[in-house]
C-alpha cells in the first residue's frame, strides 16, 4: 500500500504556541487530504478536506482560524494548530487520496500525531 | 441516531478463535466498505476494502457486506495476540471521499 508519512509523532507545547503537523504522501502524489482528530476510545472525526492548490473545507464546527491548513504540494499537508489550549490536546491524524475524490480510490493514514498542550 | 454504529467491546478471544466484528449503517449511498486495524497511538491501517454487497477473502481475514440489511462483518480465523487492536469499519458513497467511521472495536487476543 501507499505510504504517508506524519511528523511529528508527538509533540508538547506550552499554552498560546503554535504548532505545525507535516503530513507526506511518499510514493504517490496526492490531490486531496484529510485530517482527523481522535480523543481516546472514540472514533476519527474528520476536521478538514485539504486540497493542493486550493482552501481547505472544513467540517461544521471546526475553526479553520484555528487549525491552518496548507497543501502546497501534490505530496505535503500542513496543519497547524494556532495558539493552542489544553483543550487542543488530541491525536491528530492525516489521510491521503491518491486520486481526485473519485469513487474506487483508496485512503491511507500517517501514523499520528499525539499533540499535548500544558 | 448515528449513521455508523460499532460495539466498542472490548471483545477478549482465546488464541486461534474466530473472531466475528461487525458495523450496522443507515446511509443507503454507501458503496465502499473498509476495515481498518488501528493500534494505540498509531494511524489507521487499511485491511479490507470493499465495494457493495459480497465477500472478500485476504489471508485469515475475511469481509462481508450486506446492502440490503446494511450490515457488514470482518471475520479473523486463527486469531493471534498480534491481532490484538482497535478495529475501525469506514464506509462511504466513494472510496476515496470523505468517510464516515465507526468508534472502533478493541479486541484482546489473548495466550
Known amino acids: 500500500g501507499a505510504v504517508v508519512s506524519q511528523h511529528p509523532s508527538w509533540v508538547i507545547c506550552k499554552s498560546g504556541t503554535s504548532v505545525k503537523i507535516e503530513c507526506r504522501s511518499l510514493?504517490?502524489?496526492?490531490?486531496?487530504m484529510f485530517w482527523y482528530r481522535q480523543f481516546p476510545k472514540q472514533s476519527l472525526m474528520l476536521m478538514a478536506t485539504?486540497?493542493?492548490?486550493?482552501?481547505?473545507?472544513?467540517e461544521q464546527g471546526v475553526e479553520k482560524d484555528k487549525f491552518l491548513i496548507n497543501h502546497a504540494s501534490l505530496t505535503l499537508s500542513t496543519l497547524t494548530v494556532t495558539s493552542a489550549h489544553p483543550e487542543d490536546s488530541s491525536f491528530y491524524i492525516c489521510?491521503?487520496?491518491?486520486?481526485?475524490?473519485?469513487?474506487?480510490?483508496?485512503?491511507?493514514f500517517g501514523s499520528g500525531t499525539q499533540l499535548s498542550v500544558l | 441516531q448515528k449513521e455508523v454504529e460499532q460495539d466498542p467491546g472490548p471483545l477478549s478471544v482465546p488464541e486461534g478463535a474466530i473472531v466475528s466484528l461487525n458495523c450496522t449503517y443507515s446511509?443507503?449511498?454507501?458503496?465502499?466498505f473498509m476495515w481498518y486495524r488501528q493500534y494505540s497511538r498509531k494511524g489507521p491501517e487499511l485491511l479490507m476494502y470493499?465495494?457493495?454487497?459480497g465477500n472478500k477473502e485476504d489471508g485469515r481475514f475475511t469481509a462481508q457486506v450486506d446492502k440490503s440489511s446494511k450490515y457488514i462483518s470482518l471475520f479473523i480465523r486463527d486469531s493471534q495476540p498480534s491481532d490484538s487492536a482497535t478495529y475501525l469499519c469506514?464506509?462511504?458513497?466513494?472510496?476515496?471521499?470523505?468517510?464516515?467511521f465507526g468508534t472502533g472495536t478493541q479486541l484482546k487476543v489473548e495466550l
Open positions: 489521510s491521503a487520496s491518491a486520486g481526485q475524490g473519485k469513487t474506487g480510490e483508496k485512503l491511507f
Open positions: 510514493d504517490f502524489q496526492a490531490t486531496t
Open positions: 485539504s486540497n493542493e492548490g486550493s482552501k481547505a473545507t472544513y
Open positions: 446511509n443507503s449511498a454507501f458503496q465502499y
Open positions: 470493499t465495494y457493495s454487497s
Open positions: 469506514a464506509m462511504g458513497p466513494g472510496g476515496g471521499n470523505k468517510l464516515t
